[in-house]
């Protein structure tokens, strides 16, 4: 009924745009791309219909973690159809378009617009959208941000002073586009010897949580340096997939995300 009256206004139906949550980081290797695929994989087991955006053009590395290496998206009118993954996440990758192993080099207004049509895929029901950013404050980075408008952002960090730094950066970036950040997440914290069970901090440890709280943002949780996280990712099987601790700390953080 609704669309018919706004067919007598005059008004045209445009498909409902998802709302972004865009995850970011300072710098590389922070373990940003693996914190998306799980809170993504954690809110489509909340029954959220998520779908999951790998912008990292210069390291796309959701494939490997969602195990849809090789596939690729199909397009109808230029418009790409998103790959399904085993994890009930739709999601399209740089990595699903360029060749296997190839470097991707492109400046930055080419990949801005690569980085648009992945995100104005035919989505169909999906209505939200966990967008793996590339990592730092560039420009691609920040047209993203402007042109999207994403509801909220997720910035990860290590403990670590340095990552800490880039992290603020991050933040700064979202500040200054107007989108509101959800929180910090603190990833590698802590490890636990295999052996003998101790506990030890190679990146020190609550850097994230002290910062979040000096900057008044909240801080989604901490996640803690093991095999099993790494292992697991390298196989194509997020944690938050399984029902061991080792999903845990991601299903707790994408419960305070879905919010
Ligand atoms: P980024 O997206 O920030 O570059 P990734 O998510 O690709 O980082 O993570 C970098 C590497 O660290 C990957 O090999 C990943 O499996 C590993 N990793 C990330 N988080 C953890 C963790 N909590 N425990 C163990 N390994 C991790």
Same mark, same amino acid.
């Given at each position: 009924?609704?669309?018919?009256?706004?067919?007598?206004?005059?008004?045209?139906?445009?498909?409902?745009?998802?709302?972004?949550?865009?995850?970011?980081?300072?710098?590389?290797?922070? *373990?940003?791309?693996? %914190? #998306?695929?799980?809170?993504?994989? &954690? @809110?489509?087991?909340?029954?959220?219909?998520? !779908? +999951?955006? /790998?912008?990292?053009?210069?390291?796309?590395?959701?494939?490997?973690?969602?195990?849809?290496?090789?596939?690729?998206?199909?397009?109808?009118?230029?418009?790409?159809?998103?790959?399904?993954?085993?994890?009930?996440?739709?999601?399209?990758?740089?990595?699903?378009?360029?060749?296997?192993?190839?470097?991707?080099?492109?400046?930055?207004?080419?990949?801005?617009?690569?980085?648009?049509?992945?995100?104005?895929?035919?989505?169909?029901?999906?209505?939200?959208?966990?967008?793996?950013?590339?990592?730092?404050?560039?420009?691609?980075?920040?047209?993203?941000?402007?042109?999207?408008?994403?509801? *909220?952002?997720?910035? %990860? #960090?290590?403990?670590?002073?340095? &990552? @800490?730094?880039?992290?603020?950066?991050?933040? !700064? +970036?979202? /500040?200054?586009?107007?989108?509101?950040?959800?929180?910090?997440?603190?990833?590698?914290?802590?490890?636990?010897?295999?052996?003998?069970?101790?506990?030890?901090?190679?990146?020190?440890?609550?850097?994230?949580?002290?910062?979040?709280?000096?900057?008044?943002?909240?801080?989604?949780?901490?996640?803690?340096?093991?095999?099993?996280?790494?292992?697991?990712?390298?196989?194509?099987?997020?944690?938050?997939?399984?029902?061991?601790?080792?999903?845990?700390?991601?299903?707790?953080?994408?419960?305070?995300?879905?919010?």
């Amino acid at each position: 009924l609704r669309i018919a009256q706004m067919a007598e206004r005059g008004e045209t139906v445009a498909p409902k745009k998802p709302r972004i949550i865009a995850v970011g980081s300072g710098k590389g290797g922070v *373990g940003k791309s693996t %914190v #998306s695929a799980n809170i993504a994989v &954690a @809110l489509a087991r909340m029954g959220v219909k998520v !779908g +999951l955006v /790998d912008a990292d053009i210069y390291g796309p590395s959701q494939p490997r973690l969602m195990a849809s290496e090789g596939e690729r998206p199909t397009a109808k009118d230029k418009t790409l159809n998103p790959v399904p993954t085993r994890y009930g996440v739709p999601m399209l990758s740089m990595g699903h378009l360029a060749e296997p192993g190839q470097a991707i080099a492109w400046r930055g207004p080419m990949a801005g617009n690569a980085l648009a049509q992945l995100i104005e895929a035919d989505w169909g029901d999906v209505d939200t959208l966990v967008v793996d950013l590339p990592p730092g404050t560039g420009d691609v980075q920040l047209t993203m941000i402007q042109r999207f408008k994403p509801a *909220g952002a997720v910035i %990860v #960090s290590t403990p670590q002073d340095l &990552a @800490l730094m880039d992290a603020t950066r991050a933040i !700064g +970036l979202f /500040d200054k586009a107007g989108v509101p950040v959800i929180g910090m997440v603190e990833n590698m914290a802590g490890y636990a010897c295999p052996h003998c069970g101790e506990v030890s901090d190679p990146f020190g440890q609550g850097g994230a949580e002290a910062a979040a709280k000096t900057m008044g943002y909240d801080f989604l949780g901490r996640i803690p340096l093991t095999l099993n996280i790494r292992a697991a990712s390298d196989a194509g099987q997020p944690p938050a997939a399984g029902d061991d601790d080792a999903g845990a700390p991601f299903v707790a953080i994408a419960g305070k995300v879905a919010d």
